[in-house]
């Protein structure tokens, strides 16, 4: 279970997240909606202690993030991310991407990394690419590949920060697919996305993020279809339209 | 009463071959110790603030800017009055080096912050500490993108090797200097000479511009 208690965080003067209160249970996906600037990637980030936090507790498994004591690298494995940009490792090829992190932060052998990165490459439908260069494939193929790559990590969680926003709009479906494969296999999400039909379909919850906090939390039926706040129903309105 | 002078030889080969071995051992020592040091610096000033950074570049600029001979001529002097004198081989590695580290220091340092810090990140969020991201993710994209500025670099090093000749080191130019004084034919001998540094330079730049065309694609 990720827990967030009442999490404040700055950048300087300016206060990004304003108390963020949040539970996602093991085999929930939660999507996160709002307006840019809002704190969404952030929030994800100080879930994978990438940010520190100024005020409040994120837990994951019980294991508190931001304490001194815990070894942030080890909490990372728990946490696959995948971000906007793929940044797949131009220097390694498919296989090797998507093998490197088992191999050297699990000490797996070189056999059982390798069996590992194609049984996930499989998964994402890139079976057939493992000895490109991800710089060769598509901007959706390489997005796929940083799940696979997150994935060979075998976490329990995955956090996704708009991971179709830079892909051509004809490469997006093949991404949601994926993510609609993950979710068959009950895996527990947090996805921040503008593909509110996608949200709607795939979420146990959704919260919506207007300047820091969550203005409104719920079942898609709730929050996305019959909105209470004004600012969601005006964000709604303009994303829909 | 016979010549002062004695025409040049095949007796001489050997005298040559040795100028040649020492000026590829001086360049190679210094092209090593500097890649090395230069790669540390470097990566320094690519994770160092400011003020570091300020210090760091004007200590280095020093070194770029002062001609390499007079930093040759002023080192081993100085050595040498303080009571150690230093074989010219020693003082003139420990100074090609430097200057050599000077130079590489910036090629690395641009090699390190070619790399994006979203790609850190993400590297990062796979579990990987921050030394293993430098090792296996940082580096080995930097320095794809460096290596003809580094070949550029290392030949400069070859070509400037020649100026320890002026503390007394017996590499190619030293060598055909003596041998000009006493065969009277410097024609020749520089024209072998500066064949000897073209051979060598001009192959390893034409690797460099292809290389560096391959990657533009
Ligand atoms: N590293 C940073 N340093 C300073 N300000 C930042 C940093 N990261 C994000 N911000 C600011 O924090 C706010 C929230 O950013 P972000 O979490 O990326 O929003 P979202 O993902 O919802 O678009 C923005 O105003 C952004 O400019
Ligand atoms: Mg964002």
Known sequence: MINIQNVHKSFGDLEVLKGINLEVKKGEVLSIIGGSGSGKSTLLYCINAIEKINAGKITVDDIDVHDKATNQDKLRQKLGMVFQQWNSFPHLTVLENVALAPRIVKKMSKDEAIEIGEKELTHVGLGDKFDVYPTKMSGGQQQRLAIARALAMRPDYMLFDEITSALDPELVGEVLDTLRVLREDGMTMICVTHEIAFAREVSDNIAFFHEGIIEEMGSPDQVISNPQKETTQKFLSKVLS | ?217
């Not at chain 2, 007796?11 to 040091?37: E, F, M, Q, R």
């Not at chain 2, 540390?40 to 950074?53: D, H, L």
Request: charged share 10%; aromatic share 12%; proline share 4%.
């Open chain 2, 1 to 217: 009463m016979g010549s002062l002078f004695t025409p040049l030889s095949w007796n001489d080969s050997g005298l040559i071959l040795a100028g040649i071995w020492n000026t590829i051992v001086i360049s190679v020592v210094a092209i090593v110790i500097g890649t090395i040091l230069g790669l540390i610096i470097g990566f320094i000033r690519s994770e160092s603030n400011k003020t570091v950074n300020l210090i760091l570049s004007s200590l280095l600029d020093i070194l770029r800017s002062v001609p390499l001979i007079i930093q040759l001529i002023l080192f081993s002097t100085f050595v040498g009055a303080w009571g150690y004198p230093l074989e010219p081989f020693v003082a003139g590695s420990i100074i090609l080096s430097l200057y050599t580290m000077a130079f590489m220091s910036e090629v690395f340092r641009s090699a390190f912050e070619s790399v994006h810090s979203s790609m850190l990140t993400a590297s990062r969020s796979l579990g990987l500490s921050y030394w293993q991201t430098v090792f296996y993710i940082r580096l080995p994209i930097g320095i794809r993108t460096v290596f003809p500025s580094w070949l550029g670099v290392a030949l400069s090093v070859i070509k400037d090797s020649a100026l320890v000749s002026v503390i007394g080191y017996m590499e190619l130019l030293r060598t055909s200097d003596q041998l000009i004084s006493r065969t009277q034919q410097p024609l020749e001998i520089l024209l072998g000479v500066g064949l000897f540094y073209f051979l060598i330079s001009y192959p390893l730049s034409l690797y460099g511009k292809h290389v560096e065309r391959k990657m533009a694609l």
